[in-house]
């Protein structure tokens, strides 16, 4: 639909100019002042020198220069798009949170997907695992669900994320592979690192070449809290079930639409969207409660480790529809913030060590990655409910407090008084109680690392068991150390002797033995930390 009033041949090389004029609006300077000339900078006499007081030329250029900010440590390359969440079944028998009181109500949605480890600029179909973090604009303020496409985490302490990135992430030295996990580093920290072989099993799977963002599952992976109005609490886990069904594609499939379309996920999602065909997923929970937990096998704090479903049904409460893409990738899918601690009251933290770092981690990369403490004024982040507070000034400041007191307690009336907080419907965290000596420590009830990681592998199919050992040789043989890929093939000694075997002749390797596979990794742990 771009239309010109109207075309006329200028200068000595006959470019054209397309000018303003009818519906055609006239452009102007960021300060609104009406540009004649776009196209030649203010220089003195015909061949230059170009003038510092050309403001126009200068105006332009500063912002171009200034256009990239940095992308996201780890999730950089992403895709997004808005809709709604609709309660199908009330959860106001465990929750407080407002979201979950009355069915048929929807909330406004944004949603952004993404791969983990690649650059911004990298491949769709990477083998990677997904992000999948919904924004929920509450009555009560923003509830973000930062999730990913597969329901277990590498790592049990947020202390090891940087680790576990910098390994992930190309080689320091060669800026190489991107996008991939076939290399020394990755498969060096893995393989010193046992509590990641469940999510091992899990990327090797067809699980981490989706084939659209469409079907794919979406899960909160830690134990959350739901809080009802009388203060108890009941933890839950969240899923997101694709009414499209999970598909995935097979490697050779993977490396050819790389090739062919490296945006092959954003414009599945695009098209889509704009022809009319929703995708949506159905929201599940997990709802257990102390008893359960202290009965279960494993720690419902450690984030390695899954809750059955046959253990635990998934109780469905909702939908999610994606209805409208972005007007805007820069200021919305760029821009947004997604973080773990914007939860409403209703809905709390457990004291997953992994939960506690990522709370803090977000608010602190996006108050540099935004730059600066204001971003929650950028439109894609700011709540849609009343919000009141006296927090102010600072970069890029769009909404300050209004009225005489910028501080309480203060003596002013309601007209220039401000806000004030509200026992009855504010946030109240659960009151758990905490004992112990401060200490750096891994509970000895996270140190079951391979059983859920068998039960993982047993639970697939014959072909999904070949995709994930096809994997593994793969991602292995790209490996140069040996002593990195046996080490690897003898952990796979502890999840099923079968794809220990298949691998390390898929690798040509001698097969480790059983007793060099139930040695201690060579990592020093703490006393408490022993395989099982
Ligand atoms: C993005 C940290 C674990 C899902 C990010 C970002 C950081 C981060 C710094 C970039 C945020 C931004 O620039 O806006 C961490 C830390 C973790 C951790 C420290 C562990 C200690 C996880 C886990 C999940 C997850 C377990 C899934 C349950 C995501 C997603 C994004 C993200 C989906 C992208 C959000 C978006 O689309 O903007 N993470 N993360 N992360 N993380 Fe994590």
Redesign the pocket.
């Known amino acids: 639909d771009i239309a010109f009033a109207y075309s006329e041949p200028q200068g000595a090389g006959g470019e054209t100019r397309q000018v303003a004029g009818g519906e055609v609006p006239t452009m102007t300077t960021q300060q609104g002042i009406p540009v004649g000339d776009d196209q030649n900078s203010l220089k003195q006499g015909a061949r230059g020198p170009t003038l510092l007081e050309d403001f126009h030329f200068r105006e332009k250029m500063f912002h171009f220069d200034h256009e990239r900010i ?6 950089a390359r ?1 895709y ?1 798009a808005h809709g709604y969440f609709e309660l199908t079944d009330s959860l106001a028998d465990v929750s407080r949170a407002d979201i979950f009181q009355r069915v048929g109500e929807r909330t406004p949605a944004f949603v ?3 791969t ?1 480890a690649g650059s911004k600029g990298s491949v769709d179909l990477a083998r990677d ?5 919904v924004k929920l604009y509450t009555q009560e303020g923003n509830w973000d669900l ?3 496409n ?1 329901p277990v ?1 590498f ?1 049990q ?6 680790d ?2 910098h390994a992930a992430k190309p080689e320091p030295d060669r800026a190489f592979p991107q996008a991939q996990t076939a290399h020394d580093n990755f498969w060096d920290f893995i393989s010193l690192t046992p509590e990641s072989f469940h999510m091992v099993m899990w990327a090797m799977s067809d699980r981490a070449i989706p084939r659209s963002f469409r079907t794919m599952e979406g ?4 134990t959350f809290r739901l809080i009802d109005a009388k203060g108890k609490s009941t933890f839950v886990k969240f899923h997101w079930k694709p009414k499209q069904g999970l598909q995935s594609v097979v490697w050779n499939e993977a490396v050819k639409i790389n090739g062919a379309d490296p945006d092959f996920h954003r414009r599945d999602l695009w098209d889509a969207i704009n022809s009319g065909d929703y995708p949506e997923w159905e929201l599940g929970v997990q709802l257990f409660d102390d008893a359960f937990a202290d009965s279960f096998d494993f720690d419902v704090l450690d ?1 390695t480790k899954l809750i059955p479903e046959e253990l635990v049904p998934v109780r469905v409460v909702g939908r999610l529809v994606l209805d409208r893409v972005v007007d805007n990738f820069f200021a919305e899918t760029e821009q ?5 601690q914007n939860v409403p009251p209703g809905i709390d933290f457990s004291n997953d060590p ?2 506690q ?2 709370n ?3 608010l ?3 108050i540099k ?2 730059g600066g403490p204001n971003f929650t004024h950028i439109p894609i982040n700011a709540p849609k409910c009343p919000m009141h507070h006296f927090q102010q000034d600072g970069h890029m400041a769009m909404h300050n407090p209004r009225g005489r007191a910028n501080y309480e307690p203060n003596s002013w009336g309601p007209t220039h008084g401000g806000p004030r907080e509200d026992p009855a419907r504010g946030f109240t965290s659960f009151a758990q109680e905490a004992e112990g000596p401060k200490q750096r420590v891994r509970s000895e009830t996270f140190a079951d690392h391979y059983s859920q990681a068998r039960q993982f592998f047993v639970s697939q199919t014959p072909i999904e068991q070949k995709h994930i050992g096809d994997a593994l040789v793969f991602e292995l043989s790209k490996v140069e150390r040996p002593d990195i890929r046996s080490r690897t093939v003898s952990h796979l000694l502890n999840i099923d002797g079968g794809l220990a075997q298949t691998v390390a002749e898929g690798l040509g390797l001698p097969l480790p033995d059983a007793a060099a596979a139930a040695r201690e990794p060579l990592v020093d742990l703490p006393p408490s930390h022993k395989l099982s």
């Open positions: 940095p992308e996201r440590v780890v999730h992403g997004a952004r997907f993404s983990v695992v997904r992000g999948f973090a930062v999730g990913n597969i985490f790592i302490d947020a202390m090891k994320f940087p576990l990135i899960f909160g992976v830690h984030a947004v913030a997604f973080c773990t992994l939960l770092g990522r803090f981690s977000y602190d990369t996006q990655r935004l």
